[in-house]
Structure formats: structure tokens, C-alpha cells
């Protein structure tokens, strides 16, 4: 079940879809730091083809999650730029960032130059407001530049930034769902929450179930409403 904040918002769960998603419409994921042997978004792409979006417009895109923002960018951008440019200029782009993705997709892309193509950006299970302590691990081994910007939860540098690119990112429709049982963002679980836009808690999802339960194209969609026949 979903919550809109305080609210309680019960969504309809039997949505159809057409037997084709709108063509001019792209899907990037980011996920959240994993590398493409391990990453387990490839799920939620299948549930995305299996809603009518062909596969050819579904792409992943990984980074150095364990490097410098800076480089990150560098190397996310990269792709997504060579995709964007074999494309027609009014196509338009959704992004799907699960938990360190949605914040390093959202400083990365503000500054894009074909970031008024992006018509939704969505996070799952995300950090977008940083954390109160740093990520698990990071007292053992080597951490990326981005632990620092986001800890602690809501620290002046990490605020000004969010201000300052609010205009950008609330043109890109911005949702977010998280929960109360994520375990892994827990510190506090509502750091998944984008300062703008919609965000729902997921009462009964755990940190992976966003990205690889039977359900979590259905959750996502009656939330943030990207069924095909709503983007062009």
C-alpha cells in the first residue's frame, strides 16, 4: 500500500496497457552503484517490456559509484549523451534512479543539455536528501566522493545544491517512493524523499523489493502514473 506523505492514498492496481508503448519515449535507468554483473534492475526492465515498452527503448547506465562525482558524471553521461544523440531531438526521456541512482542521476542531469527532453524523473528507494551516517562499509573500505556530500542528512552544502537545481529537476514532474522497512536507507528512511514533486511511501518494500518484486513495475506506475499512453 502506498502513502503520499501523511496521507493515505490507495491506488488502482489494474491498470491494462496498450500491446506498444509510444516509441518517442526512452527509459534510462540508474542503478545504485552495482556493477552489470550484479545489478539486479535488469527485473524492473523486463516488467517494463512486459507492460508494452519495447526493450529498445530501455537502457541501463552504470558509473564509478566508488569515485569522485565529478568522474561519475563523466562516465554516466557519456553513454547517455551517445543515446540521446542517435535519437530524434523531441524524444523524450524517463529516468529511473533506485537508491544511490536517483540522487547521482539527478547531479548529473541537471546540467545536461537535453535535460528538457527529461518529461519524468523518478526515485527508488533513493538518498536524494542524504544521510544521517555514512553508507555501510565505508569505515573499511574506500568510499566515493559522493559519501561526504550527502552525510549528514540535509547538511547546508547538500541543501543549497537541491535549491539551486529545484527549477531544473521540478520540470522533469519528479516522484519518488521509499519505506519504513527499506533497512538499507534507514538513517532517516524518508531521505529517499525529493524536496519537490510527489513522494509516496512503500509500506511493506524492502530496499531490493523496488527494483526486482513480482510487483514493483504495477507499484511505481500506479504511483507515478508512466503507463505508455501518459508520456510522449
Known amino acids: 500500500m502506498l ?14 496497457f496498450p500491446a506498444h508503448a509510444d516509441t518517442k519515449s526512452l527509459v534510462f535507468f540508474v542503478p545504485g552503484g ?24 530501455l537502457s541501463q547506465f ?10 561519475s558524471c563523466r ?25 544511490l541512482g536517483q540522487f ?15 518529461k519524468k524523473f523518478i526515485g527508488l528507494a533513493g538518498v536524494a536528501n542524504g544521510q544521517d551516517k555514512k553508507a555501510l562499509g565505508c569505515g573499511f573500505k574506500r568510499c566515493g566522493e559522493w559519501v561526504d ?22 520540470a522533469w514532474a519528479p516522484c519518488s517512493l521509499y519505506s519504513p522497512i527499506d533497512r538499507f536507507v534507514s538513517s532517516p528512511f524518508d531521505s529517499g524523499a525529493l524536496p519537490y514533486g510527489d513522494n509516496y511511501t512503500v509500506s511493506d518494500f524492502s530496499h531490493l523489493d523496488f527494483i526486482s518484486r513480482a510487483d514493483a513495475y504495477q507499484t511505481l506506475s500506479d504511483a ?4 505508455p499512453k501518459l508520456i510522449r
Not at 62 to 71: A, D, I, M, Q, V
Not at 83 to 94: C, E, L, Q, R, T
Not at 104 to 118: G, V
Not at 149 to 170: H, I
Open 75 to 99: 562516465v554516466l553521461r557519456k553513454k547517455m549523451d551517445e543515446k540521446i544523440a542517435s535519437v530524434p531531438k523531441d524524444v523524450s526521456v524517463i529516468i529511473v534512479g533506485h537508491s
Open 149 to 170: 556530500f550527502l552525510t549528514p542528512y540535509r547538511n547546508a552544502e547538500l541543501v543549497a545544491w537541491l535549491e539551486k537545481v529545484s527549477p531544473v529537476v521540478q
Open 3 to 16: 502513502a503520499r506523505f501523511a496521507k493515505l492514498v490507495v491506488l488502482p492496481v489494474a491498470l491494462s
Open 34 to 57: 552495482a556493477s552489470p554483473a550484479i545489478t539486479s534492475m535488469h527485473r524492473l526492465m523486463r516488467q517494463f517490456e512486459g507492460a508494452g515498452w519495447p526493450a529498445e527503448n
Open 62 to 71: 552504470f558509473y564509478p559509484y566508488k569515485s569522485s562525482l565529478k568522474k
Open 104 to 118: 547521482i542521476a539527478m547531479y548529473c542531469l541537471a546540467d545536461a543539455p537535453w535535460q528538457h527532453q527529461i
Open 224 to 227: 507515478c502514473r508512466i503507463e
